[in-house]
């Protein structure tokens, strides 16, 4: 048997009917004859939740929003070892949009007990469990630490000026396909250069207008923590109120200050990955309190 690890992803897509129940959505595969969740192989230079989206999106033809993650599974395949990983998957665009392909002939949209039992792999039921165990209607906030940036030492000018160094502009483009599952609807970022030019491939790609607010700035950190923690604090309720995925770029002098402020009188425990450039932590919330945080590495150049 091959040691080579095939990587896949995919999600739980899911919805709530008009009688207010949360419905999932199983795919056929002709070629396996099972009942399966959407997923599929990543392609070279796809990170894993570009691929889960895409993979989503070409067997069901339905947009989602993604959410929180859901863990990955392996099993063995005849290459190798498969490691499938997952998120939290909403649909919305109309589910008459799908279209029989040779991949998947049909779907189902089932109660989530009916989806378990009708699932033909173990590991599939796993992830739809983990799915099954918050909620499902849950609000999104993502603090991002802004892409590579040209070293203190080699720039002479103010340090808000300070620019995205080569490496740090193509990690901006990766970051808009990363994190353009999510569907934010605000993106706000700090008014350093470099900031600010991490988020607008995003802007632009979902046509969004990016917000910029000196208050997440590193200047602003520095001369009022207090009001800088409290912006974090007001975006993050706000995120709850709109029920809507927000993004706030900014620094990592201050994310991590901000995220254990935010966790303050939650039982969870901070993530122990320090935020490179380009990193990113994805609270999510039901109603008004943090139930999940994960981290998500900025994508491979």
């Known amino acids: 048997m091959s ?59 339905i947009k989602t929003r993604f959410g929180r993650y859901l863990g990955h599974v392996e099993y063995q395949v005849a290459t190798g070892l498969k490691q499938v990983h997952y998120w939290s998957a909403r649909a919305i665009s109309p589910i ?30 796993r992830i739809l469990e983990k799915f099954r165990a918050l909620p499902p209607e849950t609000s999104t906030l993502i603090l991002l630490r802004h892409a590579k940036a040209i070293s203190r030492s080699e720039w002479t000018g103010e340090d808000e000026d300070r620019p995205l160094a080569p490496l740090g502009d193509n990690q901006s483009h990766a970051l808009a396909n990363q994190l353009a599952p999510f569907a934010p609807d605000q993106i706000f970022t700090s008014d350093a250069v470099r900031c600010l030019n991490t988020v607008i491939p995003l802007g632009e790609k979902l046509s969004i207008k990016v917000k910029v607010d000196r208050d997440l700035s590193e ?61 990113a932590w994805v609270l999510t919330s039901y109603k008004k309190e943090i139930i999940q945080v994960d981290y998500l590495p900025v994508p491979k150049i």
């Open 219 to 279: 200047y602003k950190f520095n001369k009022n923590e207090e009001k800088t923690l409290e912006k974090f604090k007001d975006l993050s309720k706000e995120s709850v109120v709109i029920e809507l995925p927000i993004v706030i770029c900014s620094h990592n002098p201050i994310l991590p200050i901000a995220l254990k402020k935010l966790l303050k009188k939650s039982d969870l425990k901070i993530p122990n990955q320090n935020l490179e450039p380009g990193d």
């Open 96 to 125: 008459s949009d799908f279209i029989a392909n040779e991949e998947v002939d049909e779907i189902l949209w089932l109660s989530a007990k009916d989806a378990k039992q009708k699932l033909t792999r173990e590991s599939d039921q």
């Open 3 to 61: 040691d080579q690890i095939i990587l896949a992803a995919g999600g739980v897509l899911w919805r709530i009917n008009g009688s207010r129940e949360l419905e999932i959505a199983l795919i056929h595969r002709p070629r396996y004859n099972d009942w399966t969740l959407p997923k599929g192989k990543v392609d070279l230079g796809e990170s894993l939740i570009q691929a889960a989206f895409r993979e989503i999106l070409e067997e069901t033809n």
